[in-house]
C-alpha cells in the first residue's frame, strides 16, 4: 500500500517561506521519481519541481524557479519542498507525486497541503 502525506502548508504573507514535507513509504522502485504539483481552485493541476531517486536531477517550472528548491532525504523517505519569496500565485493545494520518469505525473498522490499567500 502506497501511501504519500504532506504536511507543512499554512498562511504565510508574500514574501514569506514554507518548507513542505511528502513522506513516502510503499513505493515500488519502479517508481521513485519524485515530484510537487499544485492545484488553485477552478485551475489545472500544475507541475511545480520534480526530483530523481539520486537527487541528482531536479527540474522546475519556470515560475517557481530561483524560489523553490525541492530536495529529499531517502532514509527518512521524505521529499521536501522549500519555498522562499512566496507570491499569492502560489496558493494551492500541493501534492506530492511518484513517478518512473522524471518531471511526469505519476500514478501516486498525497492527499495534498493548502498554501495561503496573502496579506
Known amino acids: 500500500q502506497v501511501q504519500l502525506v504532506e504536511s507543512g502548508g499554512g498562511l504565510v504573507q508574500p514574501g514569506g517561506s514554507l518548507r513542505l514535507s511528502c513522506a513516502a513509504s510503499g513505493l515500488p522502485s519502479s517508481n521513485r521519481n519524485m515530484g510537487w504539483f499544485r492545484q488553485a481552485p477552478g485551475k489545472d493541476r500544475e507541475f511545480v519541481a520534480a526530483i530523481s531517486y539520486s537527487g541528482g536531477n531536479t527540474r522546475y517550472a519556470d515560475s517557481v524557479k530561483g524560489r523553490f528548491t525541492i530536495s529529499r532525504d531517502n532514509g527518512k523517505k521524505t521529499v521536501y519542498l522549500q519555498m522562499n519569496n512566496l507570491k499569492p500565485e502560489d496558493t494551492a493545494v500541493y501534492y506530492c507525486?511518484?513517478?518512473?520518469?522524471?518531471?511526469?505525473?505519476?500514478?501516486?498522490w498525497g492527499q495534498g497541503t493548502q498554501v495561503t499567500v496573502s496579506s
Open positions: 507525486n511518484a513517478a518512473l520518469v522524471l518531471a511526469t505525473r505519476g500514478p501516486y
